[in-house]
């Protein structure tokens, strides 16, 4: 028998019109959805996101919705990675195609890519459909660009002494999730003396997408932080 | 009399399906495609991307190619981009919506940017419309992920001193049209003693794809290389 064909599915920062065709494509397509969900209680960001085009769809599909806590253990978390792994091969084995549902993009900082490492090695097809990352995302709705000409631009997931040392060697800083740390990143940022724009938008694309100059300052979890420093050191 | 609509469209690495939705809706919506090329024998590659959309389309559309060379003279390339939005602004006055089509993203590396900080202060409606990048093209299409959990990624337009003073700091290196200094780049990146992996990626997406372990040793404008170090100093 076949075996079915994973598929990795970037489901872009929030707006239903802002996943690409060839993903919505697949969606129409597959037998089974796989979102993975942070809580039991919570719904699936990425699941709400592609609600419609699943409402739309003229052949039935199941959805699997296997939980990916957010906890620090990394033994726990390599299980339940492995668990959602084994989930998936059982459906790939009995020849149903499998898109699992991100946001974002699949390769950028995705909980995709522990499930895809341990899906990869086995016989099964797959493919990776890129999404609109979140900081391309912010940096269109609040109508800057990101990077031009020669300069350098640095992702960062996480405020720490690292942010402190790459930052005189950039240009254009894109700091993920910052309601995390928002003070620490203020003090590593400016205690740079260059020139700079800072930007941060929050829940972007969203219905409730608010766009602000300076620094976020509250809980937000979907928080993103540009900051453009104008003159290079 | 309404004025028009200036909208800025990334319409991602070369596959048609990786444009979004959004982005197909707005080339069927507005009345000017703005596509700018480089040399006037050669059609532009963002245009010939979205041809098939606009060949679908029901109602009339006019396009607009204006000339961007590649050329080093700043006082010279102002001048191009001031008449290109000169020509937009005309159309726009004249109450006619105007999609400016760029490959990749608009706000990450793209001439959409000199043009669009003409208009913006003017008095007109602007949208971006973000489109896939190269490098979640790339990462997609090789099957790698470019980031997880802390790890810091830059993205690098240009080869010199600064990559190698920036590369310790980082672990993921995205290196943007590789193939015009690939000696160099090679250089510097071996000069790095952690382990690492590369991978280069030359026309993502389209049709002559090529994804290969290592560096990039041809002349293609549209090749990337992306370097994981797997270790952090």
Redesign the interface.
């Not at 707006?15 to 060839?22: A, F, I, Q, S, Y």
């Given at each position: 028998m076949k075996k079915g064909k994973f598929i990795?599915i970037?489901v872009?920062p929030g707006?239903?019109?802002?996943?690409?065709?060839?993903a919505?494509?697949a969606l129409n397509d597959v037998d089974i959805i796989c979102a993975p969900k942070s809580k039991e209680s919570k719904p699936s960001l990425a699941l709400s996101i592609v609600q419609s085009i699943l409402d739309d769809r003229e052949s039935d599909y199941e959805t699997l919705e296997p939980l990916f806590p957010m906890i620090e253990d990394e033994t726990a978390l390599h299980e339940y990675w492995s668990r959602a792994a084994e989930l998936i091969s059982e459906k790939l084995d009995a020849g149903l195609d499998v898109a699992f549902i991100t946001l974002g993009?699949?390769?950028?900082?995705?909980t995709?890519?522990?499930v895809?490492s341990r899906i990869?090695g086995l016989d099964y097809e797959?493919l990776?459909?890129?999404?609109?990352?979140s900081f391309?995302?912010c940096?269109?709705?609040a109508?800057?660009?990101?990077?031009?000409?020669?300069?350098?631009?640095?992702?960062?997931?996480?405020v720490?002494e690292?942010?402190a040392?790459?930052l005189e060697?950039?240009d254009t800083f894109v700091i993920m999730k910052t309601s995390r740390h928002s003070d620490l990143l203020e003090e590593v940022i400016n205690n740079d003396k260059r020139d700079k724009e800072v930007i941060s938008v929050q829940n972007c694309s969203m219905k409730d997408e608010t766009i602000f100059n300076g620094f976020s300052n509250n809980k937000k979890y979907l928080s993103t932080t540009i900051v453009k420093f104008k003159d290079k050191k």
């Open positions: 990795g970037g872009g707006e239903p019109d802002l996943l690409t065709v060839k919505v494509k993009d699949p390769t950028v900082y995705s995709f890519s522990y895809f990869k797959t990776i459909i890129p999404g609109i990352t391309t995302g940096a269109a709705s109508k800057i660009s990101l990077a031009e000409k020669d300069e350098i631009m640095v992702i960062v997931p996480k720490d690292r942010l040392q790459i060697h950039g």
